[in-house]
């Protein structure tokens, strides 16, 4: 069993302020992952184990970015934190001795609804140009679930509608990516 909350503790610390927003965000984030898995035809492709640590884990990269909303003074741009939380990941994996390599995917293929090496080139994005689709069911899911919930605002959950003009926002590829992941997970 993935301890997905001794590997929170290691790096965010009881007082961290950053700590409470990762924790309330990530609860959320794993419970609608969960509800999608429970009425979605995939449901017996999706471990759960994986999407539970998965979501409570993607988001871990955070605190090395500069997010003072968010409790977090580090030096990486924000879009970073996806790949700043995989690292961390395999660095205490590495460490550890702990198997989490299908978590690190997770963290850093979740942001947006994944992205191209040739968006991040068009786009001058602050990353290593490569890509970062979610391409397991589970990195599927937990891309897609994450979509409904902020870290700042009032942590309410977001109607499907609205989630899908915001994926609009970010382009026609960024929109198609969403649709195939709702039609996964909300036939």
């Given amino acids: 069993m993935i301890d997905a909350e001794h590997i929170i503790d290691f790096y965010y610390p009881a007082g961290d302020p ?39 884990l993607h988001d871990l990269g955070i605190r090395c970015c500069h997010a003072p909303d968010l409790g977090c003074f580090g030096s990486r741009p924000y879009l970073a934190h996806g790949i700043a939380g995989a690292a961390l990941l395999r660095e205490f994996a590495a460490t550890h001795g702990w198997e989490l390599e299908p978590l690190a995917r997770i963290c850093e293929r979740h942001t947006g609804t994944g992205l191209t090496a040739a968006e991040i080139r068009a786009r001058a994005l602050p990353l290593p140009e490569a890509d970062y689709l979610p391409e397991t069911p589970e990195e599927k899911l937990v891309c897609f679930a994450d979509k409904f919930f902020s870290k700042s605002g009032d942590f309410a959950e977001k109607p499907f509608a609205e989630v899908r003009c915001g994926a609009a926002g970010f382009g026609a590829d960024n929109l198609a990516r969403f649709d195939a992941l709702a039609a996964l997970f909300m036939p």
């Fill in 18 to 56: 950053a700590r409470e927003i990762l924790l309330r965000h990530s609860i959320q984030v794993r419970d609608k992952a969960l509800a999608l898995r429970e009425a979605c035809p995939l449901r017996d492709e999706l471990d759960p184990e994986i999407v539970t640590a998965g979501a409570m």
